[in-house]
């Protein structure tokens, strides 16, 4: 009988056990593993093929090219296996997608609630629809014309300050700092009479606190005919709110208030509803600015091309971001924008 060296012999039976193992692989890292095992640098089948070193000249001869031919046979058995598994966990992945059932029921499932935000929109909707506003969907990325120079702020106007701007790269464009633009569009659009509102996000680079964002909602009404009057103003702005906040005992207060493009101006706060002495959200003083209001400057209707002779407008901003955080009770403007679960689960 044949002499069949005991390397050939202890190599043929890892070989074998290789195949056993490799047949009971499910994933990946099974695979990775028995590979390292038998092969790897401190694999079984590597260990004992560096034997042949110490087998005589003659052996080293005889069995130098079966050793060979058991390893690529080894590397073969292990390529094709990967390939196998390969195609076999794509193969699962596509038939689990086949079946992927979107009305399936799980108990762990979160339950999805309307985002705080939504909801005021809506509200806002809702209420100023009854009075007679139709809404306007104004655009975010706007003109320096529509968004500044329409509304009585050239270019060295200091007010322009406070509206630290996002300039595009684009010349004259930039990210709308308020919802006024819708009025500069609609003055040049419409022909009046007519009472529009309009209401999403504004952008101003600013430092962010409990109650800055550099991305924030604002609010806005404008009316235009040949009488408005700013009590009529007031009077509207205070059933809104006596509508939205329903039967909330906010007390609100108007003081006098600048904007280019409103003469008389006015600015409305409402109390903190964090505080009762003055807190860090109210600065202390134990009211949150909520907005600006005022008669439309005669300077932007004849601007905006419309008869300041003949018609008058009247129309306020409010921050819709504070007016979320002042019905909700939420003490950060962060918050709105974060997407922690915990404080989404409350809505
Ligand atoms: C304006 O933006 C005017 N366009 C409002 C206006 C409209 C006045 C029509 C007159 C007539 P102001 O910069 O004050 O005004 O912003 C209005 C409101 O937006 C503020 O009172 C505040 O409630 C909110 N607001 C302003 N900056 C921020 C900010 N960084 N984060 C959150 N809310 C803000």
Sequence with gaps: MEHVSPLIIRLNTLHQELAAELQAIKTIAEFEAIRNKFIGKQGSITIESKNIKDLSLEEKRTTGSIVQDIRKKVEELIEHTQQQLITRLQQEVELQKQFFDVTAYTTNALESSVHPYTRVIQDLEDITMNMGFEIIYGMELETEFANFEALNIPVDHPARE?????????????????????????????????????????????????????????????????????????????????????????????????????????????????????CSICKRTTWIEAGGAGLVHPNVLELCGVDSTKYTACAFGFGLTRLVMLKYGINDVRLLHGCSLDFLKQF
């Design 162 to 278: 406070s509206h630290d701007t996002f300039w595009l790269t684009l010349p004259g464009k930039l990210l709308r700092t308020h919802t006024s633009n819708v009025q500069s569009h609609m003055l040049q659009e419409r022909k009046p009479p007519f009472a529009i509102t309009t209401m999403g996000r504004t952008y101003r680079n600013e430092a962010t606190d409990a109650t800055h964002d550099y991305m924030f909602m604002q609010f806005e009404i404008m009316i235009i005919d040949t009488k408005q009057s700013l009590s009529n103003l007031i009077a509207i702005a205070q059933e809104i709110f006596r509508c939205f906040f329903k039967n909330n005992e906010l007390k609100s207060r108007i003081r006098p208030g600048f904007f280019p493009f409103v003469e008389p101006g006015i600015e409305v706060d409402i109390q903190c509803p964090f505080c009762q002495n003055g």
